[in-house]
């Protein structure tokens, strides 16, 4: 599969990036208009946790769909959406910094250690940062063949946020099931192409 | 229905106008002194009213996000199912058996339950153990009237609670989320505490069915979910119930599940909780600020093993 240039890069891409970020503008707006139920500050970090996991799992989805459509185009839209995840996992954890802890840094330092869920979080988004960096094309090109094995940090990445979710749940696992589901999917399709070349 | 009939007349005792703080509370309760003037009732009364020793002044929670924010896995597991499928559930007519070792022991309607109770206001704080907390004006009475006139035996250690299990009435129990029915105890001392309310309102109303309606326990100074909601069965025993979330999860929940700031568990630290309706989070109080009252009744007893 093709699309033309001028289709990809004036209609397919900026639709995409508008699509985006549309969770975003929902919860700005929500908190504006006060239209998040009962508990806002809640639901905003949920939602921001939910869009990132969301993204995230999008992100990897590109090279199988990719491969499935055999569509070489969708690879450069891979960037934007690791970003867009990036975007969104950041967005939670400063959700999380300042409407549950208010910036108290001791406070915020012994929930990571006494929280479970809350330290995979931290380490997943602390690996998440150098691919965030390393996404310019000037460091594609500096790190060459490192970049690749850099960037393969998105698996355990995303494995520790389905983790994170998972132990956060307390006890309707429907979702994080779901999620892992997905993920395992998205995984499994890359060792059966790998295995079945 | 004499239910109603007991909400709707404490509804002249409610809380002072001062503490129904937005104007369209203030409207609800003029409106509902109007209806008691109509009715031939004493308008006086409504500000003459009593006001429980045991009632907080803290400002209430409003009464739509205690309507639409709550845990009721009989009804789905998100916040906002029970307000959504709750109204399967029928509560009238509706029967609690009550048994084990009391001399009283059957199967009781509950317009004859409420008979011989007068209800009343308390204001109670109310916190969940995943971190949020209200400020409520239940309408209910002393779960101690009610015991005592079941007659314990000297067997009796525990109350027992059992919310009506009817997959048909409350869908959640469709799932095996939690091993239904949902079941709940207390210690003898601390269902007598007089702290301890067998609740029938809200905000002077009878309960909505997402609260627990038509009966319901409050126990303001242990974490929510042991506030157990529209109880059918109650059952004195000389040995310790094993309450719901307990057997979920014994390592995270325990029989006693006294608010406790000291006692973190592995979802929720509970240093701290958030007010529904507020934007900074307060410091979580040891007994959730019913020390004075129930402290006592815990002495000797190590708090962080007996969580
Ligand atoms: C890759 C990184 C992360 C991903 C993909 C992620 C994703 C999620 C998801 C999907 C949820 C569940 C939302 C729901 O219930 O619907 C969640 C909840 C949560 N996350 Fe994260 N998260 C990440 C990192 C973090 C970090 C670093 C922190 C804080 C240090 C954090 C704090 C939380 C908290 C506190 C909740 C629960 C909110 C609540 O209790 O209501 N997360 N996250």
Known sequence: MKISENKFSRILRPSLFALLLLPAIYYAWGVWQDSLGANPLEAVIRGLGDWGLRVLLLTLAISPLRRLFNWPQLLRLRRMVGLYAYFYVVLHLFGYLWFDHFFDWEEIWFDILERPFITVGMVAVILLTPLAVTSTNGMIKRLGKKWKKLHMLIYPISMLGVLHFWWMVKLDITEPVIYAVILAILLGERLFNKFSK | ?307
């Open chain 2, 1 to 307: 229905m004499l239910i109603k009939k007991n909400n709707e007349l404490s509804e002249n005792e409610v809380t002072d106008f001062s503490v129904y703080h937005n104007r369209r509370k203030f409207m609800k309760t003029a409106a509902g002194i109007g209806i008691a003037a109509v009715s031939g009732m004493p308008i006086i009364e409504a500000s003459a009213k009593t006001v429980s020793p045991y009632s907080t002044d803290e400002k209430l929670t409003d009464y739509k996000d205690i309507t639409t924010y709550c845990n009721f896995y009989e009804f789905g597991t998100g916040k906002e199912d029970p307000a959504k499928n709750a109204h399967t559930l029928v509560t009238s007519p509706w029967d609690v058996i009550v048994e084990g070792e009391c001399e009283k022991p059957g199967k009781y309607n509950l317009e004859d339950l409420l008979k011989p109770v007068s209800v009343e206001e308390r204001i109670y704080r109310f916190r969940c153990v995943e971190g949020w907390s209200m400020v409520i004006p239940w309408m209910g009475f002393p779960l101690a009237d009610l015991i005592k006139r079941m007659q314990p035996t000297s067997k009796a250690k525990y109350v027992y609670f059992e919310t009506l299990h009817d997959p048909k009435q409350m869908p959640g129990q469709r799932r095996a989320v939690l091993d239904w029915p949902y079941v709940e105890g207390l210690r003898m001392d601390e269902a007598m505490n007089p702290l301890t309310l067998m609740g029938t309102g809200i905000y002077g109303k009878d309960l909505l069915n997402q609260n627990g309606a038509p009966l319901r326990l409050v126990v303001p100074w242990k974490y929510g979910f042991k506030s157990i909601k529209s109880i059918a069965k109650i059952r004195f025993s000389e040995t310790q119930p094993v309450n719901s979330w307990q057997k979920a999860n014994e390592n995270e929940y325990g029989f006693f599940s006294n608010v406790n700031p000291d006692v973190s568990h592995p979802r929720w630290s509970q240093r701290r909780e958030r007010r529904i309706g507020e934007f900074r989070k307060i410091k979580t109080q040891l007994f959730n600020g019913y020390g004075e009252q129930v402290a006592s009744l815990y002495a000797g007893m190590d708090l962080k093993k007996n969580f």
